[in-house]
């Protein structure tokens, strides 16, 4: 399965972006992870095929993850960016729905990423 993420771009604090990440084929559960320069990479939000999502804490009532299973495609909602959100985003497609997973080693298929700059 091919990834391939869009949408990403320079927001201020407090602004909106959605990411979008196209998949070549089905998948079950999939991830949007980030990783900020000299950071470790950390999971953001988690969906299984059936649409039910996992959150981080730090983006909780901010992300909304969401799929579209006809069109192949999962989305990122970010509402009230924060520079804290700076990051590369990642989408991480799994094989199974078993665990909807922030372990970066769950996860067999990824995309190249998109980046996300938020200015104060």
């Known amino acids: 399965v091919r990834l391939v993420e869009s949408g990403g771009g320079s927001v201020q604090a407090g602004g909106s972006l959605r990411l979008s990440c196209a998949a070549s084929?089905?998948?079950?559960?999939m991830t949007w992870f980030r990783q900020a320069p000299g950071k470790e990479r950390e999971g953001v939000a988690c969906?299984?095929?059936?649409?039910?999502?996992r959150y981080a804490d730090s983006v909780k009532g901010r992300f909304t993850i969401s799929r579209d299973n006809a069109e192949n495609t999962l989305y990122l909602q970010m509402n009230t960016l924060k520079p804290e959100d700076t990051a590369m985003y990642y989408c991480?497609?799994?094989?199974?729905?078993?665990?909807?997973?922030?372990?970066?080693?769950?996860?067999?298929?990824w995309g190249l990423g998109t980046q996300v700059t938020v200015s104060s």
């Open positions: 991480a497609a799994a094989t199974s729905d078993l665990y909807c997973s922030f372990r970066h080693t769950y996860y067999n298929y």
């Open positions: 084929g089905y998948t079950y559960t």
């Open positions: 969906i299984r095929s059936d649409g039910s999502p």
